[in-house]
């Protein structure tokens, strides 16, 4: 073979290689630049939802202390002006109640989206002995022209789930973890029988299951689609 073929190979390939120990350093560069720059933007959007966490918290009335407590104890209060805060009407009717005995807990359903009381609330007293009794005396009682319904939680359909409102993930999330505990509760207390809903509850369950399903796979659908 031609020697001067091979040596004009030779410097090709030398140069080659040498142009390639160029970019090698300059592709490494980029590369640590581009994931940097993608570590950052992932650590921003961890914070953002982060943040949003926090404020649909604030927002939903299931990211406040007083969301988890009910049990067989609780009262069920009905009737007031909903058209308050949740503030003002959880102040209004603790200062209704106070003369019952100690209030542990007020808890004032709210819906997300809207801000507005859905109607109803949970109480909790410390039961030292008359305390519940003296609640549920109050029942037809008046509250800033408004007649009270009081009476034991676990008698309403309330106690058990919500229906018919616009909830965010927590809600969700704090139905499902409800319904397990009520469902434990009912095991340890009821001697094994599962408390029996009334026909109108089991209904109403269905229909939101359904709805929720149907709602469900619409916002799959145009997941897929987009």
Known sequence: MDE?????CSTSSTHAEASDEAIDPLQKAYKREFDDWETEVNNRKKQKQAEETTEKKKKCCFGTKDAKGNNEHTIFVTGFDNSGSRDEIRSALA??????GELTRVFVHIECETGLSRGYAFINLKNRGGEIEAALSLNGSDLGGHKLLVTMARLRDEYYAH?????????RASYAAGRQRLY???????GGKVRRMSPQFQEKARLHYNKAMASRKMAKSKTNEG
Do not use: Q, V, Y
Request: aromatic letters at 14%; charged letters at 25%.
């Open 4 to 8: 001067s073929k091979l040596k004009r």
């Open 95 to 100: 200062k209704h109640f106070s003369s019952c």
């Open 163 to 171: 229906f018919n409102f616009n909830g965010c993930e927590i809600c």
């Open 184 to 190: 434990r509760w009912n095991l340890r207390t009821g």
